[in-house]
């Protein structure tokens, strides 16, 4: 056995007995070693391959498989940019606290600095975005070598998955030297090696790691010495690492009477009593003048990180109104600097809080109920990107998988979210909120998930990673329905600053950005199922359970209806005489 075949073989079969059931590999030579190990992995039923050929969709698949599941895929690149390609789905794994393990090939010391064909530093490539990071070099064929190798692989596993209450992405920059690839003759010099590689008995890992502590079971627990006796509290919930959390802030809301403005990611509960806690439609009801005049909050509680919503950021900074946060990370989450207490999320699920005063909740929910009949029948016949979400949100069941790219995706989705009775999981890139990668991170969601899962994202979304359709003929397939809401461009630089009047001489070709590429074409030059949605109607049609396998559904949306029926949407909401075309 040459030496890179055993540090290969010994890294894979480590991280697989630490509990990877996925790797995600891309084609290189100076990677050969971990290939070899990875396949003949998968020969052995031990693990699911998946082969893709752009660095920068392979970052993000392995991102989506690990998204909801919370289990680390080991993520396989060549050498020189291939590592570099996987930069922004390291960020977005860092600051999501998603895990990942990047397993990077490299040359040996001796080779860098020297000019070395497809050799840069790739040691500290992505700086302080990884939770751990090794420089291994090269095997020596020398007893004793083994125990190094796996313990290695286990810190990294403990790192990802946040045994320390931190998970994130983790770095092995593996050094290989020729010859790359497995022996194929019987007797070849280099077969024997001088100690056994089999790793420790009955499967299990080198070495035990603490597993992450699990989310606490919310309870009603009211308030100590050092809270006020009663107030009103209004509970912002935004993004958080792991689905499961939003359950149980929203269990933790509805126990203590606390009214929630909700964005639509996480695990939302199905139960009566645990859904009727989240307000509906977003952010809609902070435009109640009279409610908020009569029911102002006094007591703030922002849980994760809300990203969506002016509303909600002009309400985060009033200085009238007593504000925590609650971090589910490491990170100090206080944008505004008004915070008046940060808490780590343990310490919020486990200590007292201060009863509400009567009647608090009972108006918010009577507000929301007349919301939510002011805007009942929905966003009205035409095509729109709000009238796209509720669409989508209409043919989701109990138990399907919503993926929502960014920009206008998830607002829409937001502001269509009547709020009750969902028993949906609605994940998203939100850690830096950039487009790229959406399909394949969707794409992820879906291999690792055992229900329907349904994308909703924007043109310009998905072109950006159109790469995400490219899948060899012998790869695992995923069943997975993408919406392709098409308003040619940019569409949420409409509804800033960049999109007033004065301002449209240079729109179009600065933030509009409309590419006019056929989604249609481009779904057939990768063979993937392609159907146009013409209508509202044709869209929901479309969405019903079909086939399993990839499937794109292109719905086109008119920029000039989308921007009057938003506006009427919203003077709907506050009660204005708009009517829904």
């Keep these: 056995m040459h030496p890179s075949t055993a540090l290969a073989t010994v890294l894979v079969d480590e991280s697989l007995r630490c509990g990877v059931r996925d790797v995600v590999l891309c084609p290189g030579s100076r990677s050969a070693p971990l290939a070899y190990a990875a396949r003949a992995a998968e020969r052995s039923g031990r693990v699911r391959l998946h082969v893709r050929v752009d660095e920068r969709s392979a970052g993000f698949l392995a991102l989506g498989l690990a998204k909801v599941s919370r289990r680390p895929a080991v993520l396989i690149t060549t050498s020189g940019t291939a590592v570099a390609n996987l930069h922004p789905a390291v960020l977005e794994a860092a600051h999501a606290q998603v895990p990942l393990v990047v397993m990077s090939a490299d040359r040996p010391a001796e080779l860098r600095g020297t000019g070395a064909n497809q050799t840069t530093v790739q040691p500290g490539i992505f700086a302080a975005a990884l939770r751990f990071e090794h420089d291994q070099p090269p095997a020596q064929g020398r007893a004793g070598e083994q125990a190094s190798w796996r313990t290695t692989v286990c810190r ?152 969506l919503h002016r509303e909600v950021t002009d309400l985060s900074r009033r200085s009238d109104v007593t504000h925590e946060q609650v971090t589910a990370s490491r990170q100090w989450t206080d944008p505004t600097h008004l915070a008046s207490r940060v808490r780590s999320w343990s310490e919020f699920i486990r200590d007292g809080h201060p009863q509400v005063e009567p009647g608090w909740a009972q108006a918010w929910q009577q507000a929301g109920r007349a919301l939510a009949s002011r805007l009942a029948g929905g966003p009205g016949s035409e095509v729109s990107s709000v009238a796209v979400a509720a669409t989508v949100l209409n043919t989701m069941s109990d138990g399907d998988t919503l993926v929502l790219g960014s920009s206008n995706a998830p607002r829409d989705v937001s502001l269509a979210d009547p709020g009750a009775g969902a028993g949906r999981i609605v994940v998203g890139n939100r850690g830096l909120a950039g487009i790229d990668g959406t399909v394949s991170t969707a794409a992820g969601v879906a291999l690792a998930s055992s229900g329907r899962v349904v994308a909703l994202m924007g043109d310009l979304t998905f072109q950006h990673d159109a790469n995400g359709l490219m899948i060899g003929p012998l790869e695992p397939r995923c069943d997975l329905t993408i919406v392709v809401s098409n308003d040619n461009g940019g569409g949420i630089f409409a509804t800033l600053e960049y999109g007033r009047p004065e301002l449209a001489e240079d729109y179009e070709r600065l933030f509009a950005t409309a590419t006019h590429t056929r989604i249609g074409q481009l779904c057939a030059a990768h063979g993937v199922s392609y159907v146009a949605a013409g209508s509202l109607e044709e869209l929901a049609t479309a969405l019903q359970p079909a086939d399993a396998g990839l499937r794109v559904v292109e719905v086109h949306v008119d920029p000039a209806v989308d921007r009057r029926v938003r506006t009427a949407w919203r003077q709907r909401a506050v009660g204005g005489d708009a009517s829904m075309p």
């Design 156 to 307: 990294a596993w403990a790192a990802a998955v946040g045994a320390n209450g931190d998970p994130g992405p983790v770095h092995l920059n593996v050094a290989f030297r020729e010859p790359l690839a497995p022996s194929v003759e019987r007797g070849e010099s280099g077969d024997e090696w001088p100690e056994a590689l089999a790793g420790r008995g009955e499967g299990r890992p080198w070495v035990r790691v603490p597993k992450p502590t699990p989310t606490p079971t919310p309870t009603r627990m009211l308030s100590t010495d050092r809270e006020p006796a009663r107030t009103r509290t209004l509970m912002v919930l935004g993004d958080l690492p792991d689905p499961a959390m939003a359950d149980s802030a929203l269990r933790l809301a509805a126990a203590h009477d606390w009214p929630v403005i909700a964005e639509p990611f996480g695990a939302r509960p199905a139960d009566a009593d645990v859904g009727t806690t989240v307000l509906p439609h977003g952010p809609l009801l902070l435009a109640d003048a009279e409610l908020m005049r009569r029911w102002p909050p006094q007591r703030i509680v922002t849980v994760g990180r809300p990203t």
